[in-house]
């Protein structure tokens, strides 16, 4: 095989069959296909799109170029829950925990910082001693002693989509629905799931920025899903601004913890509670939303979910007492207030500048080999909307020495916006994708 | 500068300033933007195309990554030849000898195969001893003693063009206008020449396939050269069958020095005196189209042209001895005749499958990293037109061993159809093109 021949082949806009896609995957994962060359193809993709075929396929060969998960001993429904990303999402840091806590696995394989938005595995390191590069083996003891995993993609785990992202990160070709789609499942459907629940973000801060794009990744990856008899439910969030308050490694996972012990704000409450409720009913814990939403606060309540979370931390590593005293995780050396210029009301607090003011501040990466700084960020106590009189604290921000504070303030500048009066916000979760299509969304 | 903010405004269609070129091809240069990065942003160009001031620019980024000739001193006319790229195309080795002993400079860069068809520094390293990777000092000096130099682009000479150059070989995006020109013009501008003549390749062994596309190139390289005060004229040449009879490396070599011997194949002879005579005409030597032509007849006829071959081989420590015994090339293992199928009038002798084959033999690369054998080929003795019996000798087919003898048989197969009528080949020389536009080639 020529890999010129496949390049061409979607430089003109022509589509590969099943077979094609197969030889060219196989051939990047074993380097005969260069990483130039398939940044070069994944641009062609990019720009001539794929049809519903050629997604499967590409999903179905980047999930052969790597081991899966054989999780079926465990007797118990496995069930997963992925993120299209945004910032201020930590909402996996609190629903891992809280729905193992409930009987179901959960074999979590997240990813790192990508663009404007934070990975999970980031704000996993951000604790003392916690291990995200786990083997299968090790990562399947995990399941079977407390039901509950917490891993980065292993070299076993779809190889060949791992320096594909890495790629598209790196080459502006992230925002490509059918790459996304097929990138997402071929790791997910690694992981030997009875059931998968997604959180498309919305709004500007959202990978993909328009509604229609977000639908069509949420049916094809419902669709991709069924391929595999792996029943999968999208739920719509918000990302038109960030959520909850903390942004930046430690302060995201010191938020989480506040959540599974029942003080995280409301936000991130609703959407862990929407997303957890799917997640118990593709489990089959119970097929009421309402029984499922109780279920959930009550785990929370009986600090259930916080125990289940230190126990994660204590498997892998880590120092399991920051659930008790977050104080424990990594301190910023500077903090300080950013206040409202003017009194009036909360207009926007834009999720992209404040995103991309983390990585300014050393907590995210421009290239994939950078290391984060865990303790930088910014905790953003207020939302749009919010009536703000002129001085008033808006956020803190905390950084490494005084020109980060400075930047920082420099993002805060450009994300938060006061004005006369302010549009409505998105709803947090608007709309429910499964197999019986797009309907708008009805809490539970 | 993130370089993905560049690519990102490529893929999306938008224009760069001459800034931004400037800074991503010398972000480049210097190793900050990635082979891969560099793929993709090539592969969104292809795509997306560039207008006339961004191919000036990136012209003008190329040329400024490296040094340029200095040649001023010479005191004599500074005139090179370019070819898009054909199969049997071995014109610069006979012109830039013949050109150079009328008392024209001709600084020649010249590279390696590319894709199906052959390369000039692949050729001239077929003479026993023949170094093509001179400095440009050393190219310098022999400008000064013989008035030529034939040599690869050197690390000195548009560095960001020459990775770039590899790149898109293996990336299939060879065949974009704007990219061609950029990448012909920048390293013929560090020549310090003082005229240009280009052979555009027309017909179905062309790199650009379509007429209309032909002329752009021609034209964009004529404006390219008119930035820079370098007076460009360009000839369209047919190359919808090889040009000449021998196809690989030593076999067009022995073909050439041949040529400059009088013995060349009319096809071939046409084809240079009619570059030469653009070339002598851009020296100010002469005016007088056929004045030009019988001059280049006449340095043919008396030997000059082959004696200045030989000064040049010596000059660059190959075995000068070939131009009068070429059973000094290095000779193919085994050689068959190919015989006519059937009688019938040859209706196609296609360069592509040619020029593929001549690498399945050994003779061309996959990859950059590939060495060549000299040896293997095809000497394809009938032309579009000629009218053969059954069992006739076709061709011969030069290979390292019985499977290659097979795999060249097969590529011929492929490449030669005898019909029982043809329709006319295309006029060897149909069009060219200079700052006055674009005119049918009159022969001198």
């Given at each position: 095989?020529?890999?010129?021949?496949?390049?061409?082949?979607?430089?003109?806009?022509?589509?590969?069959?099943?077979?094609?896609?197969?030889?060219?995957?196989?051939?990047?994962?074993?380097?005969?296909?260069?990483?130039?060359?398939?940044?070069?193809?994944?641009?062609?993709?990019?720009?001539?799109?794929?049809?519903?075929?050629?997604?499967?396929?590409?999903?179905?060969?980047m999930?052969?170029?790597?081991?899966?998960?054989?999780?079926a001993?465990?007797?118990?429904?496995?069930?997963?829950?992925?993120?299209?990303?945004?910032?201020?999402?930590?909402?996996?840091?609190?629903?891992?925990?809280?729905?193992?806590?409930?009987g179901?696995?959960?074999?979590?394989?997240?990813?790192?910082?990508?663009?404007?938005?934070?990975?999970?595995?980031?704000?996993?390191?951000?604790?003392?001693?916690?291990?995200?590069?786990?083997s299968?083996?090790?990562?399947?003891?995990?399941?079977?002693?407390i039901?509950?995993?917490?891993?980065?993609?292993?070299?076993?785990?779809?190889?060949?989509?791992?320096?594909?992202?890495?790629?598209?990160?790196?080459?502006?070709?992230?925002?490509?629905?059918?790459?996304?789609?097929?990138?997402?499942?071929?790791?997910?459907?690694?992981?030997?799931?009875?059931?998968?629940?997604?959180?498309?973000?919305?709004?500007?801060?959202?990978?993909?920025?328009?509604?229609?794009?977000?639908?069509?990744?949420?049916?094809t990856?419902?669709?991709?899903?069924?391929?595999?008899?792996?029943?999968?439910?999208?739920?719509?969030?918000?990302?038109?601004?960030?959520?909850?308050?903390?942004?930046?490694?430690?302060?995201?996972?010191?938020?989480?913890?506040?959540?599974?012990?029942?003080?995280?704000?409301?936000?991130?409450?609703?959407?862990?509670?929407?997303?957890?409720?799917?997640?118990?009913?593709?489990?089959?814990?119970?097929?009421?939303?309402?029984?499922a939403?109780?279920?959930?606060?009550?785990?929370?309540?009986?600090?259930?979910?916080?125990?289940?979370?230190?126990?994660?931390?204590?498997?892998?590593g880590?120092?399991?007492?920051?659930?008790?005293?977050?104080?424990?995780?990594?301190?910023?050396?500077?903090?300080?207030?950013?206040?409202?210029?003017?009194?009036?009301?909360?207009?926007?607090?834009?999720?992209?500048?404040?995103?991309?003011?983390?990585?300014?501040?050393?907590?995210?990466?421009?290239?994939?080999?950078?290391?984060?700084?865990?303790?930088?960020?910014?905790v953003?106590?207020?939302?749009?909307?919010?009536?703000?009189?002129?001085?008033?604290?808006?956020?803190?921000?905390?950084?490494?020495?005084?020109?980060?504070?400075?930047?920082?303030?420099?993002?805060?500048?450009?994300?938060?916006?006061?004005?006369?009066?302010?549009?409505?916000?998105?709803?947090?979760?608007?709309?429910?994708?499964?197999?019986?299509?797009?309907?708008?969304?009805?809490?539970?």
């Amino acid at each position: 095989m020529d890999p010129r021949d496949a390049i061409a082949q979607k430089r003109d806009g022509k589509r590969l069959t099943a077979a094609e896609w197969q030889a060219f995957i196989r051939a990047y994962a074993a380097g005969e296909v260069t990483d130039y060359q398939m940044s070069a193809f994944l641009m062609a993709c990019f720009l001539r799109g794929l049809d519903r075929e050629e997604t499967a396929a590409l999903t179905q060969a980047m999930l052969d170029s790597g081991r899966r998960l054989d999780l079926a001993h465990l007797g118990r429904p496995r069930i997963d829950k992925h993120s299209t990303g945004g910032v201020g999402d930590k909402v996996s840091l609190v629903l891992a925990p809280l729905v193992s806590s409930l009987g179901v696995a959960v074999p979590m394989m997240s990813g790192r910082g990508l663009g404007h938005t934070g990975g999970t595995l980031d704000k996993l390191e951000a604790i003392p001693g916690f291990r995200t590069r786990l083997s299968l083996r090790e990562a399947t003891a995990e399941l079977e002693a407390i039901g509950c995993t917490l891993i980065g993609q292993t070299d076993e785990i779809a190889p060949a989509d791992r320096k594909m992202y890495a790629l598209r990160d790196a080459t502006a070709t992230v925002e490509a629905i059918p790459l996304i789609a097929a990138s997402i499942m071929s790791k997910k459907l690694a992981e030997g799931l009875t059931g998968l629940v997604l959180d498309v973000k919305r709004g500007p801060g959202a990978f993909l920025r328009d509604l229609d794009a977000q639908l069509e990744l949420a049916q094809t990856m419902v669709s991709l899903g069924a391929d595999h008899e792996c029943p999968v439910v999208a739920l719509l969030t918000a990302m038109d601004r960030p959520l909850g308050r903390a942004c930046g490694n430690a302060l995201e996972t010191e938020e989480a913890i506040q959540a599974l012990r029942g003080d995280g704000p409301p936000d991130l409450m609703e959407v862990t509670y929407a997303l957890g409720v799917e997640m118990l009913r593709l489990a089959g814990i119970t097929a009421d939303a309402g029984d499922a939403r109780r279920r959930l606060e009550g785990a929370v309540a009986s600090g259930a979910a916080a125990g289940q979370f230190q126990r994660i931390i204590e498997a892998q590593g880590g120092n399991p007492a920051v659930v008790d005293d977050p104080a424990l995780l990594p301190q910023a050396a500077e903090c300080e207030f950013y206040t409202a210029p003017r009194a009036g009301v909360v207009a926007a607090v834009r999720p992209r500048p404040i995103g991309y003011g983390v990585t300014r501040l050393g907590g995210g990466r421009t290239k994939t080999a950078d290391s984060v700084d865990p303790t930088v960020g910014f905790v953003i106590t207020v939302k749009p909307g919010d009536r703000v009189e002129a001085g008033q604290p808006l956020a803190s921000i905390y950084a490494r020495d005084a020109r980060g504070i400075a930047d920082g303030r420099a993002c805060l500048d450009e994300a938060v916006a006061i004005a006369d009066a302010a549009e409505p916000p998105l709803p947090l979760v608007s709309h429910r994708v499964s197999r019986a299509g797009v309907e708008p969304y009805a809490a539970a």
